[in-house]
């Protein structure tokens, strides 16, 4: 089970940190992400890091999100910084973990507006 964080109504250029914590089984995790989706669009990648700590990004994130993990907690962050009204969606937390299959959270709304 995935527990994401609550997202929040942030002003343009402002910022915002997700979370999102893995509980409820021993499982081994190997990759950790995000994404994130618009009413009428497909879901979109934001971010995701491996086990070892390799991240990969959107480009449209580049340079101000963050992604992180704390493999003790089984939990993922997302620092996301200068954020634009682009940047406002549902975000979605995922693990994938031995054996190839994906877990998801619940999804979190993150608004940016003034």
């Known amino acids: 089970q995935l527990q994401a964080s609550r997202g929040g109504l942030v002003q343009p250029g402002g910022s915002l940190r997700l979370s999102c914590a893995a509980s409820?089984?021993?499982?081994?995790?190997?990759?950790l992400g995000w994404y994130r989706q618009v009413p009428g669009k497909q879901r979109e990648l934001v971010a995701v890091i491996t086990r070892g700590g390799n991240r990969n990004y959107a480009d449209s994130v580049k340079g101000r999100f963050t992604i992180s993990r704390a493999n003790a907690k089984n939990t993922v962050y997302l620092q996301m910084n200068s954020l634009k009204p682009e940047d406002a969606a549902v975000y979605y937390c995922?693990?994938?973990?031995?054996?190839?299959?994906?877990?998801w959270g619940q999804g979190t709304q993150v608004t940016v507006s003034s």
């Open positions: 995922y693990a994938d973990v031995l054996g190839g299959v994906r877990h």
């Open positions: 409820g089984s021993n499982f081994i995790i190997n990759a």
